[in-house]
């Protein structure tokens, strides 16, 4: 029984079906991508299981539950966080604020022992920061903990929301263009980063990459769209000899 | 006709509310136009825009009671106003070089506004002969006063702002309101003071047609004539013209226009000053149906004729016009048929505007420009 | 060598009751410090009463732009609207001291003996409006329901609605014999009866309760239920404007809370027992000797202060914790904070709750400061001066915000007359200085307004000294948790 099992994921623009007929099924522990020319669709599918638009068409099924209808935060609470495309952190927080706020958040804080500063508020607190410096410090962010989070270079930031979306336990992680602005060395890192969080953090991680490098590399299994439909489906090489995806990236011969 | 009227008195009555409300919803259509192309351009809600009508309105009455006592200007006019024109000369030598002078010709126009209204001893004279040329006169003189002060406003108060988070601008805008008000308190002074009359004979024949019971007066007639005169011009300007065009431009991407070669800060000062203009001629308008002009006359005015470019759509400017005249008759209509309307009378808009925000927060005819995730 | 386990236990949590005491010695040390400067502004003879007024106003701003801090600044919804709620604050406890204070069988009519009353008043108007609640939530929800007939339905419904409950108004007040589609008309106008039913049912048991209690708590235990009742329906109207503007942002939201606060103002002005335009006089001692006063400065200052304090605590503990923290992270990128599963809803308006309550409680201070209220005290004038307090301060700061409210509280003051701060000389220079500040006083509100545009202008076009005020802040905002607050 895989961890998520999506079958026949559609939604439609105004006429425009930016998805249709999508498959797919994830495991704990494995790592695949999505890829795709610009406009396939790709963000659209991480959008619709994150829970920020309602699919018009198909199940989304996690764990045995059904994640249709949920709200973001539900769904986060059901076990699967995202990184996004451009780079959302909580600006005005520090660092290491970035990484608490994300801990925790299944269960309720009551509102008077925020109020009466207890023993067991700062017990908490200090729990949270203990545990928030941890995160840190496995993915090398440690430095940084009283720091604005705006004001980190630019692949530290990415690690940070990597960082951020693990804190919330989660059991699948979606990687939106985690290469997205970064140098050769620098996607180098990020991929031992990605296999290091896959079998430390024991997630399954689905990754939409455009560097076909790092995807053929890191990813067991590629999924391809191009216009909303699938393309094709299986291990980087059998990907990488599909006529119908070298002609979806670099055209028909002429 | 008549005979329909006259049989029908609630329906005469029904139509002569709707007059009413027409008229009304047409100086809110000239207001609201003034904060549409503002948000627009700048996405700034510009809380003075009411206080501008107020001085048109004022500029009315001082072109047609007031008169300066020439005798009593004393040394620091000419002073004030040697100096203006010396930093108006620097200025149009800078210009000659190539060089920014707008910030000495802003100045020069303060120099000599401080010149004017204050060392000039003003007096009430005698008021100038209603005239169809004065009512012109009157209108150009508040035209001119409004855009000119628009202007100022834009460059002293909003353009060092531009980058600022909304709410700074806000603040100020909210700071520029309040000066002009309790300024005005200051200098008007705040007992309300009687417009004159500007057009020929309208006290004694104040009805252009009468249909029995209904009654078309003259002045909701010209009211509505010069509103709509006006929103023909401007839409030929914003459609027609190559300055429209990058007006639009401007609206729709603030830094894509700069980067196409618009003169940005050209464009968001004429888009003040058009709708301050248009406020300026709103102002006059309302001087002449209901005479009582005082310096917080803009305040609520101003209120509504923004909720009514939110009913529009705002950024809209054909929504901020149709939310106007919905709003101008929906108003009349409350008043009229609600028991105790009168005093609801001033809620309507509010409860209009949390009804919008609440249904389609993008107005009538505006659109939802969502979030890329 | 490895300690054993529960001395490890009880040096942890050593550590823990260490810091508890570390964060809880501030506030009480601050209502104690508080304590001399209310004896001197009991002492007449030391404090000009002008000025224990003035000072009392400032106790009043600090909890109003405290609250307004917490809405704007931490949770980041651009309010324009708590004159609003300061209003709703102001009249329910003024209302509630003036009418239900009141023993029903004391012929003298004094106030403040029945707290007992009070408090029936609070529960009978939570009733009666949780009823008109549920029946309003009823109706949205079949409206809501209609969009299984069709999409198109609920706004034509909607539309249907108003158009009866327009035509029920209408011709309602002019059939004698009201009909049953009139049950519109009928339902509303039967609430304020039903209210009265209920509070006349309440009111002698409710009343003999009191006689029971001790005569001095009388007092305090009436100030109190007063002001419990002013903040729970402020808070409550908070919740009313928080939902539905769930959806909005920036301007549009800003918008809308102005729209609540006059729509807030217009309906109090034209409800009949609230004095409607004229004014609600909570005159506190109806006889002739104390006419027009309401409680003395003597009184009302530590329940001022305390509220102030109570409230600065309140937020400033809310703002550093990790509630504060997840309304923060809403406030910076709603779609992220929901990403991490976050509850935007309860976050935002929770901020809302809180800063309404506040406000309220404020607002009911204010009555019985001054014993007399106008609904042009609280329109959207007091909204901008306030929002006007927070934004100088900073967004985000409240020790800031408290200092700028004490601060904007003095300067009208001080503009409006400034010889009675001049010292003394007697001499023709003096003359002319107090000629011209009496002169400038006149002119305070023009130079409010330009300082105010100064201020704005000149903290956007001063980077070097933003950019050090920053670095302070960061340096100071980067305490360990546990440190003191």
Redesign the interface.
Known sequence: MPLLEITNLGICFGGLHALAGFNFVLDSGELVALIGPNGAGKTTAFNLVAGIYAPDAGRIVLDGRSLAGLDPAAINHAGLARTFQNIRLFQNLTVLDNVIVALNNSAEHGLLTTLLRGPRFHRESRKSHARGMELLATLRLDQYASRLAGGLPYGDQRRLEIARALATSPRILLLDEPAAGMNPREKVELMELIRFIRDRFKVGIWLIEHDMNLVMKISQRITVLDHGEMLAVGSPDEIQANPKVIEAYLGAPA | MIHLFTQFPHLAEFVQQLINGLSLGAIYALIAVGYTMVYGVLRLINFAHGDIYMIGAMTGIYAMTQRPDWSGAGLSMVILLALSGLVLLGAASQRWRGRKCEYLVVIALLLAEVAVLGFVPWRHGEPCPPSWLTFVMVLGGAMLASGLLGYQIEFIAYRPLRNQPRINALITAIGVSMFLEFGGQRYFGATPQAFPQLIPGLEQHPDLFKFGPLVIPKVDTLILCVALLMMFALRHIVMKTRVGMALRAVSHRFDTAALMGVDVNRIVSFTFVLGSILAGTGGILVAMRSPKVDPIMGLLPGLKAFVAAVLGGIGSIPGAVAGAFLLGITEVMVAGYFPHGSQYRDGVAFVILIGVLLVKPSGLFGSNASEKV | MELPAPIIACRA?AG??A??LR??WLWPLLLLTLLPLGALVENENCVNPYFAHIILLCGINITLAVSLQLINGISGQ?SLGHAGFMAIGAYLGGFATLTYSVLPADVSGDPFRSPGGVLWFGLALLVVALLAAGALWLLFILIRSSRRIHPAMP?IFMLLVILWF?ID??IG?QLEHPAWYLLWTRGWSGLPRLLDFVIHAGMSPAARVSTWLPHSWCKPLCLLTALLIAGTFAGLSGLLVGL??L??R???L???T???G??IR??I??TEPLGAATGLSVSIYPNAADSGAGLSAHYIFPWIFGAAVAATM?IW??AK??????I??V???E??????????THHKV?AFVIGAFFAGVAGALYAHLDGYLNTNEFA?TRS?EL??IV?IAG??NIWWTVAVAIGLTWLPEILRDPTLFAIGKNSHKAGLFVQYCKQLG??R??I???L??AI??A???WPPLRAMCQRWL?LV??HP??GAC
Do not use: C, H, Q
């Not at chain 3, 914790?321 to 997840?326: C, L, P």
């Open positions: 949590s823990v009751w810091a508890v964060s809880n651009f706004p327009v108004r209408a007040y539905p503007t959806r909005l920036g301007d549009y800003a918008i809308a102005l729209g609540f006059e729509i217009v309906g002005l034209n309140v503990r809310l914790s990790a509630k504060g923290r997840a923060r992270a406030r910076d990128d779609i992220a904070a929901a990403a991490i599963g976050i509850d935007t929770i959207f901008i929002v006007v934004t967004l985000g006149e002119f509100m023009v409010y307004s330009v105010l545009i704005m202008l903290r956007a076009n960061a905002r980067n948790p546990n």
